[in-house]
């Protein structure tokens, strides 16, 4: 049975009171991968915003048939598939376990019918998701100059 104490180990949970935590059980699932299972596809439906409880997940996408770009592993205590919170139709990774993995779920209509009952847990949590994109961006950003400063021919330019 998964409890508050479980969910308050999730970063972006651990901003919410004990109430809006209650309110969250309920609805939380535990999905159980094994190494190398996949768990969303690129382009799958956006169904379910996921928390490592136990494990590492891979995000990657694909950009040709046969080149695969690693872009994010996820920890225990970190989130992912949060297309399901943005109104996006399709996942914008792959998600593949990348050991066995205890995940906590929500599904995303579920989750947004408690945002619209509890409006205080909504902004919390999109807040706290705001905060993970910016992160996210940033490294991203970071990597991607990295990468061009140190590209030989962009390299002669500078």
């Not at 308050?8 to 809006?20: E, F, R």
């Not at 779920?105 to 009952?117: G, H, I, N």
Request: charged fraction near 30%.
């Amino acid at each position: 049975m998964i409890t508050r104490e479980d969910l308050k180990q999730i970063v972006m949970l651990g901003y919410l009171t004990d109430a809006m935590l209650d309110k969250l059980v309920p609805i939380t699932d535990l999905l159980l991968f094994d190494e190398n299972d996949i768990i969303f596809r690129q382009g799958d439906k956006s169904s379910r915003l996921y928390m490592v409880k136990q494990g590492k997940v891979l995000l990657e996408q694909r950009i040709t048939d046969t080149i695969t770009v690693s872009i994010s592993a996820i920890k225990p205590g970190f989130t992912f598939g949060w297309s399901a919170m943005l109104d996006e139709e399709t996942y914008t990774s792959h998600a593949i376990a990348a050991e066995r993995c205890e995940l906590f779920s929500f599904r995303e209509e579920k989750l947004k019918a408690l945002f619209q009952e509890d409006h205080s847990l909504g902004f919390i949590m999109s807040q706290r998701l705001l905060v993970i994109m910016k992160k996210r961006y940033d490294i991203r950003t970071e990597q991607f100059i990295k990468t061009i400063k140190h590209h030989p021919d962009i390299g002669t330019l500078l």
